[in-house]
Protein backbone atom coordinates (compact mmCIF):
# COMPACT_ATOMS: atom_id res chain seq x y z
CA UNK A 1 0.00 0.00 0.00
CA UNK A 2 1.58 3.90 -0.89
CA UNK A 3 0.64 5.32 2.36
CA UNK A 4 -0.73 8.76 3.15
CA UNK A 5 1.35 10.13 5.46
CA UNK A 6 4.95 8.78 6.59
CA UNK A 7 7.22 10.57 8.88
CA UNK A 8 11.01 11.15 7.76
CA UNK A 9 13.62 9.74 10.56
CA UNK A 10 16.79 9.59 9.94
CA UNK A 11 19.83 9.22 11.12
CA UNK A 12 20.27 12.55 12.31
CA UNK A 13 16.68 12.20 14.17
CA UNK A 14 18.01 9.35 16.19
CA UNK A 15 21.64 10.33 17.23
CA UNK A 16 19.69 13.67 18.93
CA UNK A 17 17.48 12.10 20.58
CA UNK A 18 20.24 9.36 22.16
CA UNK A 19 22.46 12.50 22.65
CA UNK A 20 19.36 14.29 25.17
CA UNK A 21 18.56 10.67 26.94
CA UNK A 22 22.53 10.94 27.26
CA UNK A 23 22.85 13.91 28.67
CA UNK A 24 20.42 13.46 31.27
CA UNK A 25 18.58 16.24 30.49
CA UNK A 26 14.89 15.58 29.47
CA UNK A 27 12.47 17.46 29.76
CA UNK A 28 12.06 21.40 28.91
CA UNK A 29 15.52 22.84 28.41
CA UNK A 30 17.77 24.00 26.38
CA UNK A 31 16.68 22.03 23.01
CA UNK A 32 13.38 23.69 23.77
CA UNK A 33 14.67 26.79 23.62
CA UNK A 34 16.81 26.60 20.19
CA UNK A 35 14.21 25.44 18.91
CA UNK A 36 12.08 28.27 19.86
CA UNK A 37 14.48 30.69 18.27
CA UNK A 38 15.09 28.92 14.94
CA UNK A 39 11.22 28.47 14.76
CA UNK A 40 10.70 32.10 15.41
CA UNK A 41 13.43 33.23 12.72
CA UNK A 42 11.63 30.83 10.10
CA UNK A 43 8.79 32.24 10.31
CA UNK A 44 9.43 35.76 10.70
CA UNK A 45 8.47 36.74 14.23
CA UNK A 46 9.58 38.09 17.66
CA UNK A 47 8.24 34.89 19.66
CA UNK A 48 7.88 31.08 19.50
CA UNK A 49 6.53 28.88 22.77
CA UNK A 50 6.88 25.23 21.95
CA UNK A 51 4.05 23.23 23.61
CA UNK A 52 3.21 19.56 23.69
CA UNK A 53 0.59 19.70 21.03
CA UNK A 54 -0.99 21.68 18.65
CA UNK A 55 -4.42 21.55 20.44
CA UNK A 56 -2.75 22.78 23.66
CA UNK A 57 -1.29 25.60 21.29
CA UNK A 58 -4.36 26.59 20.11
CA UNK A 59 -6.02 26.73 23.35
CA UNK A 60 -2.62 29.05 24.55
CA UNK A 61 -3.58 30.96 21.56
CA UNK A 62 -7.25 31.68 22.41
CA UNK A 63 -6.27 32.66 26.05
CA UNK A 64 -3.27 34.67 25.47
CA UNK A 65 -5.38 36.66 23.84
CA UNK A 66 -8.30 36.72 27.02
CA UNK A 67 -10.46 35.10 24.94
CA UNK A 68 -12.81 33.38 27.46
CA UNK A 69 -16.63 33.18 28.36
CA UNK A 70 -19.22 35.25 27.09
CA UNK A 71 -17.02 35.62 23.77
CA UNK A 72 -18.06 33.97 20.42
CA UNK A 73 -15.41 33.45 17.81
CA UNK A 74 -15.93 32.76 14.14
CA UNK A 75 -14.48 30.05 12.26
CA UNK A 76 -14.72 26.89 10.06
CA UNK A 77 -16.53 23.96 9.83
CA UNK A 78 -14.35 22.02 7.67
CA UNK A 79 -11.08 21.11 9.40
CA UNK A 80 -10.08 19.16 12.17
CA UNK A 81 -12.18 18.94 15.34
CA UNK A 82 -9.61 20.43 17.62
CA UNK A 83 -9.78 24.44 15.68
CA UNK A 84 -13.40 24.45 17.32
CA UNK A 85 -12.26 22.17 20.29
CA UNK A 86 -9.87 25.25 21.46
CA UNK A 87 -12.58 27.60 21.25
CA UNK A 88 -14.48 25.40 23.84
CA UNK A 89 -11.54 24.79 25.75
CA UNK A 90 -11.67 28.66 26.30
CA UNK A 91 -14.79 28.63 27.17
CA UNK A 92 -15.86 30.91 24.18
CA UNK A 93 -18.58 29.83 21.88
CA UNK A 94 -17.90 29.00 18.27
CA UNK A 95 -19.62 30.08 15.80
CA UNK A 96 -19.12 28.46 12.15
CA UNK A 97 -19.61 30.52 8.74
CA UNK A 98 -19.13 28.95 5.22
CA UNK A 99 -15.77 27.93 3.74
CA UNK A 100 -14.43 29.63 -0.12
CA UNK A 101 -15.78 26.61 -2.87
CA UNK A 102 -12.12 26.96 -4.49
CA UNK A 103 -9.55 27.57 -1.38
CA UNK A 104 -11.74 25.42 1.26
CA UNK A 105 -10.64 28.57 3.98
CA UNK A 106 -13.19 30.53 5.48
CA UNK A 107 -15.06 32.64 2.92
CA UNK A 108 -14.28 36.02 4.15
CA UNK A 109 -17.34 37.49 3.22
CA UNK A 110 -19.17 34.58 5.40
CA UNK A 111 -17.25 35.71 8.27
CA UNK A 112 -18.12 39.31 8.12
CA UNK A 113 -22.14 38.40 8.17
CA UNK A 114 -21.83 36.49 11.25
CA UNK A 115 -20.32 39.02 13.41
CA UNK A 116 -22.11 39.94 16.62
CA UNK A 117 -21.78 42.25 19.29
CA UNK A 118 -20.01 39.64 21.10
CA UNK A 119 -17.47 38.68 18.25
CA UNK A 120 -14.20 38.62 20.05
CA UNK A 121 -11.94 36.81 17.15
CA UNK A 122 -11.66 35.03 13.91
CA UNK A 123 -9.96 31.57 14.02
CA UNK A 124 -9.07 30.81 10.56
CA UNK A 125 -7.65 27.44 9.29
CA UNK A 126 -5.25 27.09 6.30
CA UNK A 127 -6.29 23.99 5.35
CA UNK A 128 -4.36 21.27 3.52
CA UNK A 129 -1.42 23.61 3.34
CA UNK A 130 -2.77 26.80 1.98
CA UNK A 131 -2.51 30.19 3.78
CA UNK A 132 -6.50 31.48 4.51
CA UNK A 133 -7.60 35.02 3.18
CA UNK A 134 -5.38 37.10 5.76
CA UNK A 135 -5.10 39.98 3.57
CA UNK A 136 -9.37 39.98 3.79
CA UNK A 137 -9.27 38.31 7.04
CA UNK A 138 -7.11 41.05 8.43
CA UNK A 139 -9.04 43.90 7.42
CA UNK A 140 -12.16 42.46 8.53
CA UNK A 141 -10.87 42.35 11.94
CA UNK A 142 -9.28 45.53 11.78
CA UNK A 143 -12.55 47.30 10.99
CA UNK A 144 -14.57 45.11 13.43
CA UNK A 145 -11.78 45.19 16.18
CA UNK A 146 -11.18 41.73 16.65
CA UNK A 147 -7.98 39.34 16.95
CA UNK A 148 -7.14 36.86 13.95
CA UNK A 149 -5.67 33.69 15.03
CA UNK A 150 -3.93 31.43 13.05
CA UNK A 151 -4.80 27.45 13.43
CA UNK A 152 -1.40 26.82 10.91
CA UNK A 153 -0.89 23.32 11.80
CA UNK A 154 -1.26 22.22 8.51
CA UNK A 155 0.88 24.68 6.45
CA UNK A 156 4.28 25.13 8.20
CA UNK A 157 6.32 26.74 5.00
CA UNK A 158 3.69 28.40 3.29
CA UNK A 159 3.77 31.86 2.33
CA UNK A 160 1.17 34.63 1.31
CA UNK A 161 2.97 37.27 -0.43
CA UNK A 162 5.98 36.34 0.37
CA UNK A 163 5.26 35.91 4.35
CA UNK A 164 5.29 32.89 5.74
CA UNK A 165 2.49 31.39 8.11
CA UNK A 166 2.95 31.93 11.88
CA UNK A 167 3.54 35.96 10.99
CA UNK A 168 -0.01 36.41 9.26
CA UNK A 169 -2.30 37.00 12.22
CA UNK A 170 -2.28 38.14 15.69
CA UNK A 171 -1.09 34.65 17.01
CA UNK A 172 -0.74 31.17 15.55
CA UNK A 173 -0.92 27.54 16.85
CA UNK A 174 1.34 24.76 14.72
CA UNK A 175 1.37 21.32 15.37
CA UNK A 176 4.08 18.94 15.11
CA UNK A 177 2.52 15.74 15.40
CA UNK A 178 3.80 12.90 13.29
CA UNK A 179 1.69 13.17 10.34
CA UNK A 180 2.55 16.87 9.64
CA UNK A 181 4.73 18.47 7.26
CA UNK A 182 8.09 18.60 9.99
CA UNK A 183 6.90 16.70 13.09
CA UNK A 184 8.64 15.34 16.53
CA UNK A 185 6.18 12.81 17.32
CA UNK A 186 3.53 14.89 19.21
CA UNK A 187 4.16 18.68 19.79
CA UNK A 188 2.89 22.19 19.42
CA UNK A 189 4.22 25.93 18.54
CA UNK A 190 2.62 29.17 19.32
CA UNK A 191 3.99 32.35 17.59
CA UNK A 192 3.66 36.23 17.86
CA UNK A 193 4.77 39.19 17.60
CA UNK A 194 3.02 40.11 20.66
CA UNK A 195 5.03 40.41 24.02
CA UNK A 196 2.57 40.28 26.30
CA UNK A 197 0.98 37.15 24.87
CA UNK A 198 4.64 35.38 24.34
CA UNK A 199 4.89 35.93 28.01
CA UNK A 200 1.36 34.88 29.17
CA UNK A 201 1.83 31.28 26.97
CA UNK A 202 5.01 31.06 28.68
CA UNK A 203 3.18 30.72 31.89
CA UNK A 204 0.43 29.62 31.05
CA UNK A 205 2.10 26.30 29.41
CA UNK A 206 2.91 25.67 33.33
CA UNK A 207 0.79 25.77 35.54
CA UNK A 208 0.46 29.74 35.47
CA UNK A 209 4.22 29.71 37.05
CA UNK A 210 5.63 33.60 36.89
CA UNK A 211 8.60 32.86 39.07
CA UNK A 212 9.65 29.44 40.94
CA UNK A 213 6.42 27.85 42.86
CA UNK A 214 4.80 31.03 42.52
CA UNK A 215 1.79 30.83 39.97
CA UNK A 216 -0.43 33.89 38.97
CA UNK A 217 -3.28 32.00 37.35
CA UNK A 218 -4.73 28.67 36.07
CA UNK A 219 -2.32 27.32 33.27
CA UNK A 220 -1.32 23.74 32.49
CA UNK A 221 1.27 21.30 32.14
CA UNK A 222 1.64 21.99 28.28
CA UNK A 223 5.32 22.05 28.08
CA UNK A 224 7.27 20.19 25.28
CA UNK A 225 9.89 18.24 26.15
CA UNK A 226 13.66 18.20 25.18
CA UNK A 227 13.45 14.71 23.38
CA UNK A 228 10.54 15.94 20.98
CA UNK A 229 12.79 19.12 20.48
CA UNK A 230 15.88 17.54 19.12
CA UNK A 231 13.24 16.09 16.72
CA UNK A 232 11.55 19.19 15.65
CA UNK A 233 14.96 20.57 15.33
CA UNK A 234 16.41 18.02 12.65
CA UNK A 235 13.05 18.25 10.93
CA UNK A 236 13.38 22.06 11.15
CA UNK A 237 16.45 21.59 9.33
CA UNK A 238 15.45 20.02 6.53
CA UNK A 239 12.18 21.93 5.95
CA UNK A 240 13.10 24.14 2.80
CA UNK A 241 13.57 20.48 1.16
CA UNK A 242 10.93 18.78 2.34
CA UNK A 243 8.31 21.39 1.43
CA UNK A 244 10.22 21.52 -2.16
CA UNK A 245 9.47 17.90 -2.26
CA UNK A 246 5.97 17.82 -1.43
CA UNK A 247 5.33 21.30 -4.44
CA UNK A 248 7.18 19.14 -6.80
CA UNK A 249 4.84 15.68 -6.12
CA UNK A 250 1.71 17.67 -5.79
CA UNK A 251 2.81 19.22 -9.87
CA UNK A 252 3.27 15.85 -10.67
CA UNK A 253 -0.19 15.08 -10.08
CA UNK A 254 -1.55 17.69 -11.32
CA UNK A 255 0.33 17.79 -14.69
CA UNK A 256 -1.58 14.21 -15.23
CA UNK A 257 -4.87 15.31 -13.24
CA UNK A 258 -5.91 18.66 -14.49
CA UNK A 259 -9.45 18.00 -16.39
CA UNK A 260 -9.99 14.85 -14.94
CA UNK A 261 -10.93 15.89 -11.64
CA UNK A 262 -11.13 19.07 -9.64
CA UNK A 263 -7.15 19.75 -8.70
CA UNK A 264 -6.07 21.90 -5.98
CA UNK A 265 -5.81 25.70 -6.59
CA UNK A 266 -3.36 28.20 -5.46
CA UNK A 267 -4.08 31.83 -5.26
CA UNK A 268 -1.26 33.96 -7.48
CA UNK A 269 -0.16 35.60 -4.00
CA UNK A 270 0.31 32.17 -2.49
CA UNK A 271 2.66 29.46 -1.88
CA UNK A 272 1.08 25.97 -0.53
CA UNK A 273 2.85 23.74 1.92
CA UNK A 274 0.80 20.50 0.52
CA UNK A 275 0.04 19.09 3.51
CA UNK A 276 -2.22 17.59 1.57
CA UNK A 277 -2.80 17.01 -2.17
CA UNK A 278 -6.89 17.01 -2.31
CA UNK A 279 -8.74 16.32 -5.68
CA UNK A 280 -12.71 17.15 -5.73
CA UNK A 281 -14.46 14.24 -7.80
CA UNK A 282 -18.65 13.27 -7.64
CA UNK A 283 -17.77 9.86 -7.61
CA UNK A 284 -15.07 10.07 -4.52
CA UNK A 285 -16.64 7.14 -2.38
CA UNK A 286 -16.20 4.63 -5.73
CA UNK A 287 -12.53 6.22 -6.42
CA UNK A 288 -11.53 5.76 -2.66
CA UNK A 289 -12.44 2.23 -3.51
CA UNK A 290 -10.97 1.44 -6.19
CA UNK A 291 -7.57 3.59 -5.34
CA UNK A 292 -7.57 0.46 -2.62
CA UNK A 293 -7.59 -2.60 -4.72
CA UNK A 294 -4.88 -1.15 -6.56
CA UNK A 295 -2.84 -0.78 -3.11
CA UNK A 296 -3.08 3.52 -3.14
CA UNK A 297 -4.12 4.96 0.19
CA UNK A 298 -6.53 7.63 -0.12
CA UNK A 299 -8.37 9.67 2.55
CA UNK A 300 -11.25 12.12 3.34
CA UNK A 301 -10.42 15.23 5.42
CA UNK A 302 -13.01 15.66 6.71
CA UNK A 303 -16.30 13.37 5.95
CA UNK A 304 -18.44 15.30 8.36
CA UNK A 305 -18.51 18.98 8.81
CA UNK A 306 -18.26 20.03 12.42
CA UNK A 307 -21.63 22.00 12.78
CA UNK A 308 -23.38 18.27 12.43
CA UNK A 309 -21.29 17.14 15.29
CA UNK A 310 -23.32 15.68 18.57
CA UNK A 311 -21.22 18.31 20.80
CA UNK A 312 -21.90 21.17 18.96
CA UNK A 313 -25.46 20.37 18.51
CA UNK A 314 -26.50 22.95 21.12
CA UNK A 315 -25.06 25.62 18.65
CA UNK A 316 -28.14 24.80 16.73
CA UNK A 317 -26.79 24.54 13.02
CA UNK A 318 -28.62 22.00 10.84
CA UNK A 319 -27.83 20.63 7.25
CA UNK A 320 -27.75 22.82 4.85
CA UNK A 321 -26.44 26.25 6.78
CA UNK A 322 -22.85 25.83 5.11
CA UNK A 323 -23.80 24.28 1.99
CA UNK A 324 -20.51 24.37 0.32
CA UNK A 325 -18.52 22.96 3.40
CA UNK A 326 -20.99 20.12 3.58
CA UNK A 327 -20.79 19.41 -0.51
CA UNK A 328 -16.71 19.46 0.28
CA UNK A 329 -16.80 16.71 2.71
CA UNK A 330 -19.25 14.77 0.06
CA UNK A 331 -16.82 15.38 -2.79
CA UNK A 332 -13.37 15.59 -1.07
CA UNK A 333 -10.47 13.05 -1.51
CA UNK A 334 -6.82 13.20 -0.29
CA UNK A 335 -4.04 11.71 -2.21
CA UNK A 336 -0.33 10.53 -1.05
CA UNK A 337 1.86 13.30 -1.90
CA UNK A 338 4.50 13.45 1.29
CA UNK A 339 8.23 13.46 0.33
CA UNK A 340 8.57 9.73 0.45
CA UNK A 341 6.04 8.88 -2.56
CA UNK A 342 8.47 8.50 -5.24
CA UNK A 343 7.88 9.82 -8.75
CA UNK A 344 6.90 6.15 -10.33
CA UNK A 345 4.20 5.72 -7.17
CA UNK A 346 2.99 9.11 -8.31
CA UNK A 347 2.77 8.14 -12.07
CA UNK A 348 0.94 5.12 -10.95
CA UNK A 349 -1.08 7.20 -8.52
CA UNK A 350 -2.04 9.29 -11.27
CA UNK A 351 -2.70 6.39 -13.42
CA UNK A 352 -5.06 4.43 -11.90
CA UNK A 353 -6.65 7.64 -10.82
CA UNK A 354 -7.61 8.64 -14.60
CA UNK A 355 -8.28 4.83 -15.48
CA UNK A 356 -11.01 4.86 -12.83
CA UNK A 357 -12.47 7.92 -14.70
CA UNK A 358 -11.95 6.26 -18.12
CA UNK A 359 -9.03 8.21 -19.53
C1 LIG B 1 -3.24 18.47 13.45
C2 LIG B 1 -4.20 19.59 13.55
C3 LIG B 1 -4.54 20.16 14.79
C4 LIG B 1 -4.15 19.61 16.13
O1 LIG B 1 -2.87 19.26 16.31
P1 LIG B 1 -2.44 18.14 17.39
O2 LIG B 1 -0.98 18.31 17.44
O3 LIG B 1 -2.88 16.82 16.84
O4 LIG B 1 -3.13 18.45 18.66
C5 LIG B 1 -5.36 21.28 14.79
N1 LIG B 1 -5.85 21.78 13.65
C6 LIG B 1 -5.58 21.25 12.46
C7 LIG B 1 -6.15 21.89 11.24
C8 LIG B 1 -4.76 20.12 12.37
O5 LIG B 1 -4.52 19.58 11.17
Known amino acids: MIPIAKPMIGDEEKKAVLAVLESGMIVQGQKVKELEEKFAAFCGVKHAIAVSNGTAALHVALKALNIGPGDEVITSPF ?58 LGAIAKKHQLKLIADACQSVGAELNGKKTGSLADITAFSLYATKNIMCGEGGMITTNDDAAADFAKKFRHHGQHQQYSYEFLGYNYRMTDIAAAIALCQLQRIGKITEQRRKNAAQLTASLNGIVRIPFIPPASTHAFHQYTIITEQRDSLRNYLKTKEIDSRIFYPKPLHLEPHFAYLGCKRGDFPIAEKACETVLSLPVHPLVTEKELKYIAEKVREFHGM
Request: net charge neutral; no cysteine.
Open 79 to 136: TFVASANSILMAGATPVFADIDEKTFNLSPAAVEKKITKKTKAILTVDLYGLPADYTA
